[in-house]
């Protein structure tokens, strides 16, 4: 059994990235099953509600089992045990993360702005039509990873692929239904600030350094007026229980192009000094940030050499 499996905490692109390759390598022959390593998101959800399509099953251990890496090459966001696997191929668009293997095996990494870019690519490659319903999954995993269009992580391809695979799926009007998935992103009510927090986050070692960073991505930053007291306090908790020295939380607002930045640190100036900006009440604006991987990493990187 070969398993397709995206990285921890789980978001649109992993999951519905996972869905698509398995679909891809079982044409290709291989018996295959698409799995997730945590919870589904809202938005993930919607999707999968939307197009019909199963959730893959929770799998967190994977010693002794042929896996197909999507949406992270790296150690920090694979399963435990990835060391005693047999990682098969690697469909990712980050930055290469440090993976050792034993065995020659299938690559595709690109600088696009989501891993479907790339599997959709794939597909084209092997000759392999793609579903309907897998086609209109994978165009809104793309409206996501790259916040219709406006993240810099964006590039022509990704727009390019998203319009044929909204031709494949029947879907003339596909940044509505992007606005869509953003507006249930938005729904943050009734949800503890932890989880709020871990929704969408990320593990970093940055030069010896653990550092956490979550995104929250809505069409209105003011649903988080009276709710980061909270979150901070919640990041502070988290950071002090798991041994974070930094812990930082965007609060994007894909309309307003810019995120408020929550901060949660032994060092202030590390914060500062990234992004030449003054940090007041554990937080700050930072205009036309959209990107985690664009905006935020390479900046906050360096300081802790």
Sequence with gaps: MLYTCGHKTPDSDSIVGAIAMAYLQEKLGHTTKAVRQGEINPESAYILEKFNLETPELKTSFAGEDIYLVDYNNYTEAPDDLKEANIVGIADHHKLGGLITSNPLDVWIRAVGCSNTIIKEMFDYYEVEIPKDIAGAMMCA?????????????????????????????????????????????????????????????????????????????????????????????????????????????????????????????????????????????????????????QVIPFLEPTFK
């Excluded at 929704?199 to 960073?213: A, E, L, Q, W, Y």
């Excluded at 979550?214 to 979150?231: A, C, R, T």
């Excluded at 307003?256 to 901060?263: E, K």
Aim: charged content about 30%; hydrophobic content about 40%.
């Design 142 to 294: 793309i409206l996501s990873d790259t916040v219709i269009f406006k993240s810099p992580t964006c590039t022509k391809i990704d727009t390019k692929v998203c319009k044929e695979l909204a031709n494949i799926a029947g879907i003339e009007d596909f940044k509505a239904i992007g606005l869509e998935m953003f507006k249930v992103k938005s729904q943050v009510d009734g949800v503890s600030s932890i989880d709020l927090i871990k929704r969408d986050f990320k593990n970093f070692d940055m030069h010896g350094t653990k550092v956490g960073i979550g995104q929250l991505e809505v069409v209105d930053l003011s649903i988080f007026d009276d709710k980061k007291d909270d979150l901070l306090k919640a990041m502070n908790e988290l950071k002090e229980q798991e041994g974070y020295h930094t812990v930082l939380l965007l609060l994007t607002d894909i309309m307003a192009m810019g995120s408020q930045i929550l901060v949660a640190t032994d060092s202030i100036e590390n914060i500062q000094k990234a992004w030449n900006v003054e940090v007041k009440d554990n937080q700050f604006w930072l205009d036309g940030c959209l990107s985690r991987k664009k």
